[in-house]
Every structure is written in structure tokens, then in C-alpha cells.
């Protein structure tokens, strides 16, 4: 099985966003204040930790299931373990060095085309995955039964446009939509099972759907703010850093 694209981004990091009825309902409020707490959600996370399972479905059904752990510490370190059957099967580190992959053969032959992971298209779906998009101004706003706003991306330098849609109880996202110059989809995400960790709210589970097939991450620990480890973001000897 392979996937590629907007599908392979969203499969390194989508675990990083992703509605429970404990959830404390803030709204509706008026629009400005909405922005606001959406805005003060995402500078409130400065590091993850969290574990659970990947499975990777493409277009023709075929899936795997991987074992995945991931540590994350501000916008420029990020580290994504997986395994099956106890053996590694990728190790994605983004640090201030850059992009570093280690992926073994059953990866390459199966899962994601490295070819396709670049810093910039990582740390833009980390970004959007964190909610710092929130903080761009959207160029569109539709403010309902649910709040929808919209805000023109750039992947390199390609426009894009993702909508984004806003659950008005909760003021959580539910669902990001990426679209191409064209107005095609490229790319779905779905935000579910909502928890409190803390004062923020965070998806347990995320479902990523593309051309190329789905993508699901649920979390069964996730950890915010507490320290990361040392050397959390080196690299095992054998990765390779990408261009």
C-alpha cells in the first residue's frame, strides 16, 4: 500500500489535532471572541506527548496498522515512531537541523513515498494541526449553526484553500477541508472524540481521506506541556536527512 501527497502529511503529524459531550460548552459568543479562544487554545499546547495506533488505508482497501508514538516541542521539533509486531517501521525527526527519515523496507515498499516529505509541507500541516492557522486573519467567515472559515495557504508557493469548520458549542474544530486552485478537495480531515487534558480541549481521534485512501490516528495517552526528554529530537544514526 502507498500514499502520497496532502494523504502522506497528513499521516505524520495528524495526530496532533483530531466532540465528547464533557466538553465545557463556551458558545455561541459573538465572532471576535470566538477567533480569540480558538487563537488562545493553540498558544496554550508548547509540547505533546502521546501513543496510540495508525492505520493506513489506500484506495484499493488494503490497510495496515502500525504501533505509534509521538513527541512534539513548539513549531520546529517534532519526532513520529511507529512499529509492528514490536519491529520499528519509520522514525520521522523534524528538528532546527531540518528533516530526518528512517524508514524500513517493509515502509518503503508499502506505506508512504518519502519523496513526498519536505520541512515546509511538514511543519505547514504541524501548523495547521496545532490551530496556528487560527491566528492568519480568514479571508471568508460564515458564522451559523456552526462557525466556517476559510484561509488561502500556500504549499510551494502553490495557492491552496482550507476551510475550516467550527463546532459552536465548543468552539473546537470538527472538520478541515483542503482545496486546490481548481476548488477540488485534496484533502479531509475529520476532528472526533474530543478530551479535556487539562484546560484544552484535544481529539483522540482524527480521520484523514484523500484520492489516495484514509488515514486514522486514535490516541490512547496524550500528555501536554510536561517536559520533553533529552535527546528527544536526535535522530537514530541510520535515518537520512531529507532535502
Same mark, same amino acid.
Given at each position: ?37 480558538? =487563537?488562545?487554545?493553540? $498558544? &496554550?499546547? /508548547? ?12 484506495? *484499493? @482497501? !488494503? ?45 518503503? =515498499?508499502?506505506?508512504? $513515498? &518519502?519523496? /513526498? ?12 494541526? *496545532? @490551530? !496556528? ?111
Amino acid at each position: 500500500m502507498r500514499c502520497s501527497g496532502p494523504l502522506v502529511l497528513a499521516c505524520v503529524v495528524m495526530g496532533l489535532l483530531g466532540c465528547a459531550p464533557s466538553l465545557p460548552r463556551v458558545g455561541p459568543v459573538p465572532f471576535a471572541q470566538s477567533i480569540q479562544t480558538l =487563537r488562545e487554545r493553540a $498558544d &496554550a499546547v /508548547e509540547t505533546v506527548a502521546a501513543e496510540g495506533r495508525l492505520t493506513l488505508t489506500d484506495s *484499493r @482497501g !488494503q490497510r495496515v496498522t502500525l504501533d505509534a508514538v509521538l513527541v512534539s516541542e513548539g513549531d520546529q521539533r517534532m519526532r513520529i515512531r511507529t512499529w509492528k509486531l514490536n519491529q520499528a517501521v519509520f522514525d520521522l525527526t523534524r528538528n532546527e537541523d531540518g528533516l530526518w527519515l528512517w524508514q524500513s523496507s517493509r515502509m518503503q =515498499r508499502q506505506a508512504v $513515498d &518519502a519523496d /513526498e516529505l519536505s520541512p515546509d509541507h511538514l511543519m505547514a500541516v504541524w501548523r495547521l494541526m *496545532r @490551530g !496556528q492557522v487560527f491566528h492568519d486573519t480568514p479571508s471568508d467567515a460564515i458564522d451559523g449553526t456552526a462557525l466556517d472559515l476559510t484561509y488561502p495557504l500556500h504549499f510551494d508557493d502553490v495557492p491552496m484553500t482550507l476551510q475550516a469548520t467550527i463546532d459552536r458549542s465548543t468552539l473546537v474544530p470538527v472538520r478541515y477541508v483542503l482545496l486546490d486552485e481548481a476548488q477540488r478537495v485534496r484533502l479531509t480531515l475529520r476532528l472526533e472524540r474530543y478530551r479535556m487534558i487539562g484546560e484544552v480541549p484535544w481529539p483522540m481521534r482524527i480521520t484523514a481521506e484523500s484520492d489516495e485512501g484514509t488515514v486514522r490516528i486514535a490516541w490512547s495517552h496524550v500528555a501536554l506541556n510536561e517536559p520533553t526528554a533529552t535527546g528527544a529530537f536526535k535522530p537514530p544514526s541510520r535515518a537520512e536527512r531529507r532535502p
